[in-house]
């Protein structure tokens, strides 16, 4: 099985950054995809983006596409999400997830089998 710890969470003001990491342990070579999904208060959890394994493919949602990236470290089994020129609409619990299953599209929940168990990122006006 896939472990996946998220950390980097925080308070930041718009217009700022912030680095996510998802770290992941066991059986990481079963992994194709790593995700990247938030929840919102009261609103369903929402794709954000993805990265291929090897990280030679990625894909983000219109949201955030040209102020997230994506990025991995395949020496630490570690994934990131560099989030840059944020918005209070980005405040979140953001997860990251583990996809065990070659496929070409994997925007959905899921496409993924295993979690993190979340990180806050609240961004304030």
């Known amino acids: 099985q896939v472990q996946l710890v998220e950390s980097g969470g925080g308070l930041v003001q718009a217009g700022g950054s912030l680095r996510l990491s998802c770290a992941a342990s066991g059986r990481t070579f079963v992994t194709y995809t790593m995700g990247w999904f938030r929840q919102a208060p009261g609103k369903e959890r929402e794709f954000v983006g993805r990265v291929s394994r090897g990280g030679g493919v990625t894909y983000y949602a219109d949201s955030v596409k040209g102020r997230f990236t994506i990025s991995g470290d395949n020496a630490k089994n570690t994934v990131y999400l560099q989030m840059n020129s944020l918005k209070p609409e980005d405040t979140a619990v953001y997860y990251c997830?583990?996809?065990?299953?070659?496929?070409?599209?994997?925007?959905?929940?899921?496409?993924?089998?295993?979690w993190g168990q979340g990180t806050q990122v609240t961004v304030s006006s």
């Open positions: 997830a583990a996809g065990t299953s070659l496929k070409s599209i994997a925007n959905s929940e899921s496409d993924y089998d295993v």
